[in-house]
């Protein structure tokens, strides 16, 4: 060979003879270097995963064309034609991963618009949480995501006004009136122009103040004894003067009974109102400036009256 006539020192062939092409000489050392590595077990077998990738690439199945990829890498982390096609590879897979990504985000957000459809909220919130975390920017995810937050409080708001306004019912019908009042005044911190909750706030106070005034009027209860004029009255008898009086007691603000001279007046149709001689009496106790008394009108006209508790 050349390399032999090169180097061979007892080579009878004198050298001068030649005209030695040393270019042509490398060309042809690093063409028999390349056949040589072409040719070795490793190449082959990175040959061998390369067109197997290549198979499985034509399939589009890269994902196996990859693994075939990487087996080659693994024998020469350096084989271009190798790095080449797992770049290529790599493309295809971004964009399956890419397209499968939008295929998942568009079915998240087809199953929320369904539960929205069905106004459950819950399971809505949740497809379209999945949707932003494929992509945190989609703008319908964030839309719809939106609106569904906003029907979820209103669904708490709602279930909250509900519950204090019953709450609030139930305590007027026990007779605790502050208390319903404190639970309609919650409805107004979330609906502030509910009607309902303003009614019982409402009824609440007028119950509050109608127990302050019997409450009040307590001090009015006792036993009153006095004339009225037209009703009690006057004789001479045997040279006395002789007067009828009126005895009106009164329990709980309500007055209880009304006589005169002994003899009990029968009750008239409205409260604390009483009949005598076809004439309507109305004696209404009160309290003023924490002084008990008791205002009586006759036929619905004043009187002169005079008439004073004598007993509790």
Known sequence: TLDQILLNKNCDIKLDSYSIDFQKIDEIKKQEKKIAEENSEDNLQINEHLKKANEYKVKGEFAKAKAEVQKALIINPEHQKANELLNTIDEELNKQDKLKKEEEIKDHIKKADEYIKKEDYKNAKEELE???????????????????????????????????????????????????????????????????????????????????????????????????????????????????????????????????????????????????????????????????????????????????????
């Open 130 to 312: 999945a949707a932003l975390v494929l992509d945190q920017e989609n703008a319908d995810a964030k839309r719809l995501l939106e609106e569904v937050n906003k029907k979820i409080k209103e669904k708490e708001d709602n279930d909250k006004v509900s519950s204090h306004l019953e709450k609030a019912r139930s305590l007027m019908n026990k007779g605790k009136y502050e208390e319903a009042k404190k639970e309609a005044q919650e409805v107004l911190t979330i609906d502030e122009n509910n009607q309902e909750a303003k009614n019982i706030i409402k009824e609440a106070d007028d119950k509050i103040k109608e127990q302050a005034n019997a409450e009040e009027l307590k001090k009015a209860n006792g036993t009153y004894v006095g004339t009225i004029e037209g009703i009690t009255t006057e004789a001479v008898v045997m040279g006395q003067t002789i007067t009828t009086k009126a005895v009106i007691i009164v329990k709980n603000g309500t007055v209880e009974s009304f006589t005169v001279d002994t003899v009990a007046l029968q009750k008239g149709v409205d409260k604390n109102t009483f009949v005598h001689d076809g004439k309507t009496i109305k004696v209404t106790p009160v309290v003023k400036n924490g002084i008990p008394k008791l205002e009586i009108l006759v036929d619905s006209e004043e009187v002169s009256y005079s008439v004073n508790k004598v007993a509790e």
